[in-house]
Structures are given as structure tokens and as C-alpha cells.
T-cell receptor
Framework: NAGVMQNPRHLVRRRGQEARLRCSPV?????VYWYRQLPEEGLKFMVY????????ESGMPKERFSAEFPKEGPSILRIQQVVRGDSAAYFCASSPYTGTQLLGNEQFFGPGTRLTVL | AQKVTQAQTEISVVEKEDVTLDCVYETRDTTYYLFWYKQPPSGELVFLIR??????QNEISGRYSWNFQKSTSSFNFTITASQVVDSAVYFC?????????????FGQGTTLQVKP
């Protein structure tokens, strides 16, 4: 009964490179959330996706960041031309669809990807 | 605006002491959910509890208990007889109706250190 899987667990990039973070939700979960945890801070919502759709990207920086959740395969958070300020832990969470509203659904978190930008 | 405040940045106790972690939230909505998550040194997030806005009953689970008071917009978490393994960062979070996306708004977290 696999939980949310994220890879890589640690990622080191130099300024200007691209970072690709992968998230495989719990089997059967069709809702994925991405959160960012900057050093010494709490988690901040970035984006909420369903299969093939971005539902809410109100927390995504306007430039360089994108996310997708294709029909097949994991959800991907892509950061282009990384800068030192992107260094953070990026957490993915998934939630089941229960046929009712998502409010109050438990979110199952992955172990996170720790991105370090040199 | 929706907001979660955990005023205690760090708490240090000695093993077997009781400790309460405070959480105060702000929301304009009448329907919402509150959560507590634990983040141990290994970094993953562990779900502890979920409470909806219509259920103000306190809850106890082993050494953990939660006190939800709508009148003061607080959802405090108490660990009784703390243990070294309780050392972690604890996050309070809010999920509310607008947009119905289920996204969570987290507090800044409280770092709890339990010394032997």
C-alpha cells in the first residue's frame, strides 16, 4: 500500500539550470497539491491539480514555475532557470475523490524533495 | 484573510512534562477544517488530527489531546507526559470552503524539543 512518492529526495542544481520534481500520488488519488517550505518557515500552497487540469495555481510564482499532472504518469513540478531563492523543500500531497467536496479531506504528504541551488 | 498563527516558535521541555502548542486561526467562513501535522527531524509530514468547524468536542488520542474553541478561534494541542520522540516541528493548518479546493493554509510551525 504505497503512499505518496516523490523523487528525487535531494536535488542539487546550479543557478540557471532546470529542476524537475516528480510526485506519484497514492494509488487511486486523483488530486495532487504542491507546497513549498522555505528554510525556517511553514508550508505554503503552490498549486492544485487534477488529472490533466490545473485547478488552482494561486500560489505559484508567475515566472519560471510550472506544474502538470498528465493522464498517465506522475505529477511534475518544473522550475526553470533556478535561483538561490528557490532552495527549499517541496512537498507533494494527494487526496482521494470521495464524490463530495474536497473540504476536509485528509491530504497524504510525500517525503518531500529538498532542492539546493548553488 | 485566512490565516493561521502559531505564536510559539520554539518550546523546550523536559521529558514527562506536559506541553501545549497554541494555534489561532482567522477565517470568514462558517465551514472549515483544522488540522495538525507533525514533522519529525527526518522531514516527512505526519497527519495527527482533523476537526471540522461544527464539532467542538475535545479529542483525546493516547497522550495527545486537542482543544477546539470557536469563541476564541483556537485549536490547541496538548501532549501529556512528553517523550523525546515527540521532538519535532508541529504545524496547525486550515482548510476552508471558498474555492472548495481543499488547499491547506499552514501556520509557521512550533519546534518542540523534549530533553531527556
Amino acid at each position: 500500500n504505497a503512499g505518496v512518492m516523490q523523487n528525487p529526495r535531494h536535488l542539487v542544481r546550479r543557478r540557471g539550470q532546470e529542476a524537475r520534481l516528480r510526485c506519484s500520488p497514492v494509488k487511486g488519488h486523483s488530486h495532487v497539491y504542491w507546497y513549498r517550505q522555505l528554510p525556517e518557515e511553514g508550508l505554503k500552497f503552490m498549486v492544485y491539480l487534477q488529472k490533466e487540469n490545473i485547478i488552482d495555481e494561486s500560489g505559484m510564482p508567475k515566472e519560471r514555475f510550472s506544474a502538470e499532472f498528465p493522464k498517465e504518469g506522475p505529477s511534475i513540478l518544473r522550475i526553470q532557470q533556478v535561483v538561490r531563492g528557490d532552495s527549499a523543500a517541496y512537498f507533494c500531497a494527494s487526496s482521494p475523490y470521495t464524490g463530495t467536496q474536497l473540504l476536509g479531506n485528509e491530504q497524504f504528504f510525500g517525503p518531500g524533495t529538498r532542492l539546493t541551488v548553488l | 484573510a485566512q490565516k493561521v498563527t502559531q505564536a510559539q516558535t520554539e518550546i523546550s521541555v523536559v521529558e514527562k512534562e506536559d506541553v501545549t502548542l497554541d494555534c489561532v486561526y482567522e477565517t470568514r467562513d462558517t465551514t472549515y477544517y483544522l488540522f495538525w501535522y507533525k514533522q519529525p527531524p527526518s522531514g516527512e509530514l505526519v497527519f495527527l488530527i482533523r476537526r471540522n468547524s461544527f464539532d467542538e468536542q475535545n479529542e483525546i488520542s493516547g497522550r495527545y489531546s486537542w482543544n477546539f474553541q470557536k469563541s476564541t478561534s483556537s485549536f490547541n494541542f496538548t501532549i501529556t507526559a512528553s517523550q523525546v520522540v515527540d521532538s519535532a516541528v508541529y504545524f496547525c493548518a486550515l482548510s476552508e470552503t471558498p474555492g472548495n479546493t481543499g488547499k491547506l493554509i499552514f501556520g509557521q510551525g512550533t519546534t518542540l524539543q523534549v530533553k531527556p
